[in-house]
C-alpha cells in the first residue's frame, strides 16, 4: 500500500502565497505521474497540475502563470507553490500519484491523499 500525506494548506489573504507538499511512502517501485486536484463546495472535483515523471506539466487554464508544480523523485514528493491567490481558489486539495509496485511482477496503483484546506478571504 502507499500513503499520500499533504500539508501547507491554511488561511491566505487575496494576493498570498502557499505552497502544498505531498510525500508519497510505502511500497513504491516507482512514481509516473503525480497531480494536484481541488474540490470546491458545490463543484466537481477538478485537477489543477499534474506533473511526469521526467518532468512535463500540464495546468488548468485558471490557474497557469499563477501556480507551479514541481516533484522531487529522490524523495516521492510533489509540490504546488500558489501565488497571488484568489478567493475562487478556495478548495480543498488532493495530492494524486499513479505508483509502480514491483513484487516479482510489476503492478501499478491510482493513490489519493486525504486532502487538506486552502482558503483565500480577507
Known amino acids: 500500500q502507499v500513503q499520500l500525506v499533504e500539508s501547507g494548506g491554511g488561511l491566505v489573504q487575496p494576493g498570498g502565497s502557499l505552497r502544498l507538499s505531498c510525500a508519497a511512502s510505502g511500497s513504491i517501485f516507482s512514481i509516473k505521474g503525480m497531480g494536484w486536484y481541488r474540490r470546491s463546495p458545490g463543484k466537481q472535483r477538478e485537477l489543477v497540475a499534474a506533473i511526469t515523471s521526467s518532468g512535463g506539466t500540464n495546468y488548468a487554464d485558471s490557474v497557469k502563470v499563477r501556480f507551479t508544480i514541481s516533484r522531487d523523485n529522490a524523495k516521492n514528493t510533489v509540490y504546488l507553490q500558489m501565488n497571488s491567490l484568489k478567493p475562487e481558489d478556495t478548495a480543498v486539495y488532493y495530492c494524486?500519484?499513479?505508483?509502480?509496485?514491483?513484487?516479482?511482477?510489476?503492478?501499478?496503483?491510482?493513490?489519493w491523499g486525504q486532502g487538506t484546506q486552502v482558503t483565500v478571504s480577507a
Open positions: 494524486n500519484a499513479d505508483v509502480i509496485h514491483y513484487s516479482g511482477r510489476y503492478s501499478s496503483g491510482d493513490y
